[in-house]
């Protein structure tokens, strides 16, 4: 219990310090020390501060995987992203550092092997594989682009707010899009 505990912490801390500090200024031993945990406890955990990155992506992809699973295509295929927005603003913290390690090419979803099965599956699932190479360079500009600028804004506009932004000028229409 006590190691789940430590793992735990060492994430939230990293999560944390991901609000105020780049990426490459993070090290392990100031990461264990705002833990309060020592450093065998972190390499008991992650193999590094990469690894502990990418779990912090792998956790933010799981709960988008399962975003685009729950959510309901009756009411138009993208209603996901109203259910994306709405986690993000309330995972903020999280959300933020996801963006940040993003800019980090060994995170960044579009380039990285690992984040491609899962960017796959979740383009696959709620366009149904058409055109997905298009897609994701839509995604990669457009999603990420949004993303950026509603974090930088405080996430000034409401999930709902920001949907009918991003819909209407993808030139889509949240209102008719399912007529």
Not at 23 to 39: D, G
Not at 41 to 54: C, P
Not at 95 to 121: C, G
Not at 129 to 137: I, K, M, P, T, W
Request: hydrophobic share 35%; proline share 2%; with cysteine.
């Amino acid at each position: 219990m006590e190691e789940k505990n430590a793992k735990a912490r060492l994430f939230d801390t990293f999560v944390d310090m991901l609000q105020t500090m780049d990426f490459s200024r993070i090290t392990v031993s100031e990461l264990c020390r705002r833990a309060e945990l020592n450093r065998a406890s972190f390499y008991h955990n992650y193999l590094d501060v990469y690894d502990l990155g990418e779990a912090v992506m792998q956790l933010w992809e799981e709960e988008s995987i399962r975003i685009v699973y729950s959510s309901d295509y009756t009411q138009g295929k993208r209603l996901f992203y109203l259910n994306y927005f709405t986690y993000a603003n309330e995972h903020r913290k999280l959300f933020k550092a996801v963006l940040k390690l993003r800019q980090i090419t060994e995170f960044d979803s579009l380039t990285n092997p690992k984040r491609i099965d899962n960017i796959d599956r979740i383009v696959n699932t709620v366009f149904h594989g058409e055109n997905v190479d298009y897609l994701l360079a839509y995604n990669g500009g457009a999603i990420h682009g949004v993303e950026q600028l509603w974090v930088e804004r405080d996430f000034q506009e409401t999930p709902e707010e920001l949907w009918r932004i991003f819909l209407a000028h993808g030139g889509n229409n949240p209102d008719t899009e399912n007529e």
